[in-house]
């Protein structure tokens, strides 16, 4: 009888241990080798659907530019219902100007809060947890 209960065949219990184990290496081999191509397989399916995806995204993003543009021409063209056309094309692109203005300097305030690029919390809670144990180890 096995160790789980079961009796053994005549084959098995002829069987060299050596040649189990050799059998059980290469089946693990193939095992490991089947779920690598699997893996693989998958991988291969997600890129492809990540790349219709941004795809798809940058797609909606250049829309979403037209579409501001022709908002903006919309707006000139409002204007210029009660005034001449270069005026109210000035005042529009003043208005945009003044925006990315604002955008801009707002943008270079949360990139300076930012940098530098390192995790400055956790080197210093590295470094006191460094200190500390080097502490303890010459008590």
């Known amino acids: 009888m096995t160790a789980e209960g079961s009796p053994r065949t005549d084959s ?3 069987e060299p241990i ?3 184990v050799q059998r ?8 490991v080798r089947d779920e690598m191509r699997l893996a693989q397989a ?3 399916e997600k890129g492809k659907r990540f790349g219709k ?3 798809l995204l940058g797609g909606a993003g250049l829309m979403g530019v037209l579409t501001l543009q022709a908002l903006v021409a919309t707006m000139i063209a409002a204007l210029s219902l009660v005034m001449d056309v270069w005026a109210s094309a000035l ?3 003043a208005v945009l100007a003044a925006v990315t203005v604002l955008m801009a300097v707002l ?3 949360q990139i300076g809060k930012a940098s530098p690029p390192a995790p400055e919390q956790t080197i210093n809670s590295v470094k006191a947890d460094v200190a ?3 502490e303890k180890a010459h008590r």
């Open 12 to 14: 098995e219990a002829q």
């Open 24 to 31: 059980a290496s290469q089946q693990l081999s193939q095992l």
């Open 53 to 55: 995806g941004g795809g």
């Open 42 to 44: 998958e991988m291969t």
């Open 132 to 134: 500390e144990i080097k």
């Open 91 to 93: 005042i529009v692109t």
């Open 18 to 20: 050596g040649d189990l």
């Open 107 to 109: 943008g270079k305030r």
